[in-house]
Every structure is written in structure tokens, then in C-alpha cells.
């Protein structure tokens, strides 16, 4: 039986891995909170590691507050880079192989088409910087590691755009979102479900992966999905408008499209529509 750490048990995708772990008894998993284990702290994470025997370790852990990240870079770089490094390290001492969830955002967002694996990383923001940091610092430690790049996460579980905008869309709220930004949104139940099948495998083709969900939105058409799925009477509508831009402190890439060319030889990629619609059908 394998066993796996999971770090940031109580965020969205670590929530979303525990929701399947009953369908996989044959994997050992230990969900663990900053309570249980503060991976800024590298003589506990030594401990911990010490103490425990593990195959794989699955960081879930992240500061994700684009833009409080402006305001508190230490803060960001502490957890998205130094504790990844911690883990990284704490990983390759103990022959366990890590996999750590990183972000579309350490691209620009210059670029027009969807983003490799192998194109340059240039971030425009403290989140994107710190979480880029944290990809280089497994890179040197780590000899046997999964990097994966998603985009737009969101699930059922957590603070997330699409539960802001369920409840927003419930008050019947005046919307106006951005088209700005062009994306993929992505199913964290689907991320989950990739880190699973990782596992399972027994793959050792390690490296950086992008994953997202299948095609490309704006945060406007996202919201306009969740709405459309949420078969509300027409009394019931929210208003919900356009808008080209916005502001705010940190900046964000305007296109963050990623390539799913090379995770596909692991698993089979959906629409973002179609997950969207299997989540909210489930979820009610």
C-alpha cells in the first residue's frame, strides 16, 4: 500500500483529494493541516518526515491571494517558495516523490497561443513570482517530482470565483466582470483525480505538467456558464454585464492559456463547460 502526504488539507484541492480517497483503499493518505504541520518550519518538516514514511508528497499548500501577495511579499514568498523548498528537501532526504501544484501565472501572458511546458517563464506579479521561486527551489533539491501548472481553480470546497459567484448570482446581484483576462477555469476535482492517477501508475516520467480543463474563457464567460447552469427563473437573473478592464494592485496575464499535449499521455482532458456542468449537477 502506498502512503501520501497531503499538505493543505483544508484548501480546495486538498479537500477535493479526500472526497475521492474512499474509491482508492488501496493508497494511505495523510491529510495534513498547518496545525499538524507548518511547512515554513524546516526543522518540523525534518521531524515530521523523520517520524513518518512516505511515497508521496502532495503540496496543496499555497498563499493564493493575488493581490494581498503586493502588499505582503515576504509572507508569499515564505509559503509558496521557502516551504516548498522545505518539502522539496525533506522529499528528496527520504526517497518520496513530490508533487507540487504551481500556476499559469508565472507566464506573462504575452504570448497568443497556449503555453508550453518549455516556454519562458516571465511573471508580472509577487504571486506569480513566489510561486515560480517555489518550482525553482524543488527543481534543485528534487531529483523525483511532478510540477504541475493549472489555472483558475475552483471547486465546491473553499473560498473560490465560482462560489462567490453561485452566491452572488442567488442574491440576484448586479455583475459586472471583466473580459480581460483569457483563461481556462479548472475543476480542482479534476486535479485531483490527475494526482491520483500519478500515483496510481506507479509514473516516473518526472518533470513540470500543465493541466487545466479543456478550452478557454474569460472570468465573463465563466460567470455566464455558472449562471446559464443554475436554471434560474427569469425573475430570478441576476444582472450581469461586461466590462474590458479593471483595476487592481497586482497585474495579471492578459492570455494564460495552458497546452495539455503532454499531461494527455497520463490522463484524458474535458471542457471546462462540460466539468462545470458535472459539478454544479452534483453538487445540488
Not at 493518505?29 to 502532495?58: G, M, R
Not at 470565483?161 to 479534476?190: H, R, S, V
Amino acid at each position: 500500500m502506498k502512503s501520501v502526504l497531503v499538505t493543505g488539507a483544508n484548501g480546495q484541492l486538498g479537500q477535493c483529494i479526500q472526497k475521492i480517497q474512499a474509491a482508492h483503499s488501496d493508497i494511505n493518505f495523510h491529510f495534513a493541516s498547518i496545525d499538524e504541520l507548518d511547512i515554513t518550519d524546516t526543522q518540523k518538516v525534518q521531524e515530521f518526515f523523520l517520524k513518518n514514511s512516505y511515497d508521496y508528497c502532495v503540496n496543496c499548500a499555497a498563499y493564493t491571494n493575488v493581490e494581498l501577495a503586493e502588499s505582503e511579499e515576504d509572507k508569499a514568498y515564505l509559503v509558496n517558495a521557502e516551504a516548498a523548498k522545505n518539502l522539496a528537501k525533506a522529499c528528496a532526504d527520504n526517497k518520496v516523490t513530490m508533487i507540487h501544484i504551481s500556476t499559469d501565472y508565472v507566464f506573462d501572458g504575452t504570448k497568443t497561443t497556449p503555453y508550453l511546458e518549455t516556454d519562458a517563464t516571465n511573471p508580472i506579479s509577487v504571486y506569480g513570482a513566489s510561486k515560480l521561486k517555489g518550482e525553482q527551489n524543488v527543481q534543485a533539491v528534487s531529483e523525483k517530482y511532478f510540477i504541475i501548472r493549472t489555472s483558475w481553480l475552483y471547486a465546491e470546497f473553499g473560498k473560490n470565483f465560482y462560489k462567490t459567484m453561485l452566491q452572488k448570482a442567488k442574491e440576484k446581484a448586479n455583475l459586472t466582470i471583466t473580459t480581460e483576462q483569457t483563461g481556462t477555469p479548472t475543476n480542482a476535482n479534476d486535479l485531483a483525480a490527475l494526482i491520483v492517477k500519478i500515483i496510481n501508475t506507479n509514473n516516473t516520467n518526472y518533470g513540470i505538467y500543465h493541466f487545466s480543463n479543456d478550452g478557454e474563457a474569460t472570468w465573463y464567460d465563466f460567470t455566464k456558464e455558472i449562471i446559464q447552469n443554475m436554471h434560474l427563473a427569469e425573475a430570478d437573473q441576476p444582472s450581469l454585464k461586461p466590462v474590458d478592464s479593471y483595476k487592481t494592485k497586482a497585474a495579471r496575464p492578459k492570455n494564460s492559456v495552458l497546452d495539455k499535449t503532454k499531461v494527455r499521455s497520463i490522463i484524458e482532458t474535458i471542457s471546462w463547460q462540460e466539468s462545470l456542468r458535472n459539478l454544479m449537477k452534483n453538487s445540488n
